[in-house]
């Protein structure tokens, strides 16, 4: 049985749950993405996060994308960040995979 890469799991969950997926917790959005070596500083507010990755970055076209994780980060994001953050992974996802592979 082939052993599933930790970025196709992060993407099939999201994929699977889109309607469903907070910021916060061991499956929220920061969680999994500080995994996959992004960061992320507060935007206009606090819940409106934008994320950068040094090394995708300077590997690829890559520069931001931001979430807004609601009234509080525990509140179940709108689909249509959950669907950013997928377009994201897939759109990136070798420089991605090779970068998580390195560390």
């Known amino acids: 049985m082939k052993k ?11 994929s699977r749950r889109k309607a469903n997926v907070s910021c916060v917790g061991r499956s929220g959005l920061l969680h999994v993405l ?21 090394e995708l970055s300077s590997r690829s076209g890559f520069t931001t994308f931001s979430v807004d994780c609601g009234h ?4 179940t994001v709108k689909p249509n960040y959950s669907l950013t953050v997928l377009n994201v992974l897939k759109k990136y ?4 995979k090779e970068i998580y592979d390195e560390r």
């Open 4 to 14: 599933t890469h930790y970025l196709d799991d992060v993407i099939s969950d999201i």
């Open 34 to 54: 500080h995994e996959l070596g992004f960061r992320d500083k507060a935007g206009k507010n606090e819940n409106h996060r934008i994320f950068t990755h040094k």
């Open 72 to 75: 509080g980060m525990k509140k």
């Open 93 to 96: 996802y070798e420089e991605l």
